[in-house]
């Protein structure tokens, strides 16, 4: 029998690790919508003595604890991962160190997210932890989307030294952008819980100045565009402007569930996009405007 080991496998795995960390995002969202973060009251017990939701939990456990049981989904995800990342071997037969180091860190992260979501339950919800859960996400996503560059050895288009620094700026921004967008999310009113308490934030003034920044973001975004004429910025362009226009709908019709899970699955999808374009956009050294340049690729190994 065969175990595919090389960039096939390698592919499919870290591309299952991007989804399933999108899915995570949206559960998460969806819990705290619902008002279900507490469905769950402890850590790693999820009420008393029992790590099962009770049936006087109701409905909010059985929510609470469907979005903890991923975590195991993404263990298991991230195994497979590491074990196609340490069989793999480049063209010249030698082991990816990179790969590996890649793959660790993406399953590291997610034993050390299971532990924030168990403070962010222990310290009833608090609104600064809850955001740091979902930037843990987010980083996991960036983590798996350069394992998936590197292992596919994905060309990237060669630019000038004024667009690289654009596309870095870019992308500079759009973590920004996602930094204070969960401080928004602390000052609204979907605290995941009635009695949980928000950051303290004006939720109109930490509103307008994540639209000021979002503006600055869709206003690099576009002379990145002018001057690099690249596919993956025009596609990050794209998805910002399908998230400006849910977060303003969402934001004068008083954030309808509907569309904050809409955001969040927009903002999963943006971090995806703005990683593949600040790796598959940069400077090429004298400024040649070679077309396209390859990582080494990998062999696939038998066992």
Same mark, same amino acid.
């Given at each position: 029998?065969?175990?595919?080991?090389?960039?096939?496998?390698?592919?499919?795995?870290?591309?299952?690790?991007?989804?399933?960390?999108?899915?995570?995002?949206? /559960?998460?969202?969806?819990?705290? *919508?619902?008002?279900?973060?507490?469905?769950?009251?402890?850590?790693?017990?999820?009420?008393?003595?029992?790590?099962?939701?009770?049936?006087?939990?109701?409905?909010?456990?059985?929510?609470?604890?469907?979005?903890?049981?991923?975590?195991?989904?993404?263990?298991?995800?991230?195994?497979? /991962?590491?074990?196609? !990342?340490?069989?793999?071997?480049?063209?010249?037969?030698?082991?990816?160190?990179?790969?590996?180091?890649?793959?660790?860190?993406?399953? @590291? @992260?997610?034993?050390?997210? !299971?532990?924030?979501?168990?403070?962010?339950?222990?310290?009833? @919800?608090?609104?600064?932890?809850?955001?740091?859960?979902?930037?843990?996400?987010?980083?996991?996503?960036?983590?798996?989307?350069?394992?998936?560059?590197?292992?596919?050895?994905?060309?990237?288009?060669?630019?000038?030294?004024?667009?690289?620094?654009?596309?870095?700026?870019?992308?500079?921004?759009?973590? @920004?952008?996602?930094?204070?967008?969960?401080?928004?999310?602390?000052?609204?009113?979907?605290?995941?819980?009635?009695?949980?308490?928000?950051?303290?934030?004006?939720?109109? *003034? !930490?509103?307008?100045?994540?639209?000021?920044?979002?503006?600055?973001?869709?206003?690099?975004?576009? !002379?990145?565009?002018?001057?690099?004429?690249?596919?993956?910025?025009?596609?990050? *362009?794209?998805?910002?402007?399908?998230?400006?226009?849910?977060?303003?709908?969402?934001?004068?019709?008083?954030?309808?569930?509907? *569309?904050?899970?809409?955001?969040?699955?927009?903002?999963?999808?943006?971090?995806?996009?703005?990683?593949?374009?600040?790796?598959?956009?940069?400077?090429?050294?004298?400024?040649?405007?070679?077309?396209?340049?390859?990582?080494?690729?990998?062999?696939?190994?038998?066992?």
């Amino acid at each position: 029998m065969r175990f595919v080991t090389g960039d096939v496998a390698l592919r499919r795995w870290s591309v299952a690790s991007i989804v399933a960390n999108m899915v995570l995002i949206v /559960t998460g969202g969806l819990v705290r *919508l619902t008002k279900s973060g507490l469905g769950c009251p402890t850590w790693p017990q999820c009420e008393g003595s029992s790590y099962v939701p009770r049936p006087e939990s109701g409905i909010h456990g059985i929510i609470e604890f469907g979005n903890r049981t991923l975590t195991f989904v993404l263990a298991a995800i991230a195994i497979g /991962t590491f074990v196609a !990342a340490w069989q793999a071997r480049g063209a010249d037969g030698q082991p990816r160190r990179d790969l590996r180091i890649l793959s660790f860190l993406a399953g @590291l @992260l997610i034993p050390i997210q !299971a532990v924030i979501g168990g403070i962010t339950v222990l310290t009833k @919800l608090n609104p600064w932890v809850v955001a740091l859960h979902l930037l843990a996400s987010l980083g996991i996503i960036g983590i798996c989307v350069l394992l998936f560059h590197r292992v596919s050895g994905s060309p990237y288009q060669a630019v000038s030294l004024l667009g690289d620094r654009l596309v870095k700026v870019t992308y500079g921004l759009t973590l @920004l952008t996602m930094v204070i967008g969960t401080a928004v999310t602390g000052a609204g009113p979907h605290s995941g819980d009635g009695g949980a308490l928000r950051n303290g934030l004006s939720p109109e *003034l !930490a509103s307008k100045l994540h639209a000021w920044v979002v503006w600055a973001l869709v206003a690099a975004t576009i !002379a990145a565009l002018v001057v690099t004429r690249a596919r993956l910025v025009a596609a990050l *362009l794209v998805v910002e402007l399908l998230q400006g226009v849910v977060g303003y709908v969402q934001y004068f019709t008083h954030l309808p569930i509907g *569309l904050v899970v809409a955001h969040l699955l927009g903002l999963a999808v943006t971090m995806a996009v703005a990683t593949a374009m600040v790796l598959g956009v940069r400077h090429s050294e004298g400024d040649r405007r070679l077309p396209e340049h390859s990582a080494p690729t990998l062999q696939e190994q038998p066992t």
